[in-house]
Structure formats: C-alpha cells, structure tokens
C-alpha cells in the first residue's frame, strides 16, 4: 500500500470513527445500469446532513442504497456496525428510518393507525413505553392528534408529510432519512417542514435530507453534499456551499438553478 493510500485508509478510519453513519465508496445500479458511483457520506451524531441535485443524480437511490432496499456495493456502518447486506428490519432494528418522497401511508386506515405501525419495532415492549412515543408525536404535530381517527387518505399533503415522519418517529430512529419532503407542498407548508426538521436536530434526531429545495436544505443543515450524475462533485459545511458561486449560479439563482455543475 502507497503511503497516500495508507494515509487515506487512516483518514477514513478517523472519520468513521467520529460518524453516526459513515457510507464509503457506495454503489448501486438497476439491472445493468450504474445509477450512483463511489458516494462517501458521513453524518454525525446531532447533525443534519443534505444531498442536494439535479433529477435523476442518484439521492433517491443513494438512500435506497443505505436503507438496504437495493442492493449497495461499498460499505454502510452505522455506529461501526457494517450493515452494507444487512436487510431493512435489521437497518430498522439499529436504528434506522427512511421516510420515502412517496411517504408511503395506508390510506384507508388512521392517523393513529398508520403511527402505531412506526412502533412495530416496539411490539414486545410493555402498550405504555409506545403510548408515550405516540405522544412524543402528538406533541410535535399538534395536527396529527386532532386529527388521530382520521383517515389517512383524508389529509392534505402537508398533513400526510408530518404524518410520514410522525410514523418514522414512533420508531425512536438515530438516524432519520428523508427523501425531498417538501415535494408538492405550498410555500407555507415547506416552511413549516423545515422548522419541524430543525426541532427534529434539537431533539437529537440526527437527519440525512435528500432535496431538490436546494435553498431551503443549505439553510437548515449543517453539512452538504452535491450529487450529479450519480457522484458527489461537492461536499462541505451548508453555509460554505450556499455561498459558493458555482452552487449558486445552478441551485440558488434567480432562475431557480438545476444547471449541472461544471467541476473541473
Ligand atoms: N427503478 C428504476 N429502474 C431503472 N432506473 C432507475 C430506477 N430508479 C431510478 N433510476 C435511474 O437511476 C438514476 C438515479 O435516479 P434517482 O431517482 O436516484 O435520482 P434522484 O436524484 O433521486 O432524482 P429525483 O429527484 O428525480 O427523484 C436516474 O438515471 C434514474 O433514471
């Protein structure tokens, strides 16, 4: 091994050392398609991460990767467990959740309903220990308890998002992982997601954000990630990369941006 690669193996070592999840060299294709290509990303512990991009750059897969729903090549720990092949109720079970931009809820069943399932992995604990989470969400979303023997087909979108990560909370994840949130939600209503995100940090959760809102993301995290063409161009604190021109002129600019980056 070089001395520069022996270098690197210790910086990765360190790094994955301090990180809540360290994801190196992370791959992963449909059928014979490669859709992301040696991805590194790290979050750590209290922190909100973004990947911000273009369509079609690779996040959804890239969390589709982590979460165990594709097949990943490269490596996933998480607190230093590898769970590169492990399956999703194993991610689940360490601590894991991905609330999908689909949000995924059961339409013909409550709000309750849907946030009891984000406790099956609690089943075998006393009815008062996933009491007590549901009330933990009630108390974040205030909403959700009005509205606790409502349909879930019946909410507005924003009602459905804070139900999908209400369902992810019941779970008591480490890390929460969410897949452009804001999709399809008014102004006002993106506002609000991301102030619940933000209190999210305050609480501990710590949050891997996938969006396509690269304004609104650089605001609330803490570190960022540039993903194109299924690889990460650029990395570095938010508040750096929200005041890089080149991320300005294709995420943030008047036009609204979504140019490809052109790194060189
Ligand atoms: N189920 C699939 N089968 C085949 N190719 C896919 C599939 N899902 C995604 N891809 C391809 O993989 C690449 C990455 O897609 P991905 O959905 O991860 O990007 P994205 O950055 O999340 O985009 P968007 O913001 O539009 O969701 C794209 O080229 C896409 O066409």
Known sequence: MSEVSAANRLGDAAADACALLSVRKLGASYGHIDAIFDVDIEVRQGQIVTVIG?????????????????????RVLLEGHDLTR?????????????????????????????????AFRFRHRPRRFREEALEEVFALFPRLKERSHQEAGTLSGGERQMLAVGRALMGKPRLLM??????????????????????????????????????AALNVADYAYVLELGRVIMRGPASALAHDPRVIEAYLGAAGGHQELLVT
Do not use: W, Y
């Not at 996040?59 to 589709?64: G, R, S």
């Not at 959740?97 to 309750?112: D, I, Q």
């Not at 452009?180 to 501990?204: H, K, N, Q, T, W």
């Open 54 to 74: 273009p369509n079609g750059a690779g996040k959804t897969t890239t969390l589709a990767a982590i979460m165990g729903v594709l097949r990943a090549r490269g």
């Open 86 to 118: 492990a399956s999703i109720e194993e991610h689940v079970a360490h601590g894991m959740a991905l609330v999908p931009e689909t949000r995924a809820l059961f339409s013909s069943m409550s709000v309750r309903e849907n946030l009891e399932l984000g």
């Open 178 to 215: 969410l897949d452009e949130p804001s999709l399809g939600l008014a102004p006002l209503i993106v506002r609000d997601i991301f102030r619940i995100i933000a209190s999210l940090r305050e609480r501990g959760v710590s949050i891997l954000l996938i969006e396509q809102n690269a304004r």
